[in-house]
């Protein structure tokens, strides 16, 4: 499933000038997802979480929290800090 942002992914009103979309997050988890044809199904049921949890951060309407951080990595075989090094970065731009 290809990254679409936009109306589906709504501005964050404390964050006016930008939306979470912006964040490069949702885009690197769909590429991951892509790149190993896994469906947002398939990385839920890996994770233990809601399809509509991994739905939403690709989306673009819900943030990567530390617990969520971890999982991805163990999931995805990267680093936690690879997530919440992300994460950051979109917050204090």
């Known amino acids: 499933m290809?990254?679409?942002?936009g109306r589906y992914a709504p501005a964050r009103t404390w964050r006016s000038h930008n939306?979470?979309?912006d964040s490069a997050t949702p885009k690197i988890l769909s590429r991951e997802l892509?790149?190993?044809?896994?469906t947002q199904k398939d990385l839920a049921e890996i994770m233990g979480r809601p399809v509509q949890t991994i739905n939403e951060i690709i989306?673009?309407?819900k943030q990567i929290t530390p617990e969520t951080a971890?999982?991805?990595s163990q999931a995805l075989g990267t680093s936690p800090e690879f997530w919440t090094?992300?994460?950051?970065?979109?917050?204090l731009l």
């Open 2 to 5: 290809r990254f679409r942002c």
């Open 19 to 21: 939306s979470y979309c």
């Open 34 to 38: 892509e790149a190993r044809g896994w």
């Open 59 to 61: 989306r673009g309407s």
């Open 70 to 72: 971890i999982e991805l």
């Open 85 to 91: 090094n992300l994460e950051a970065k979109y917050w």
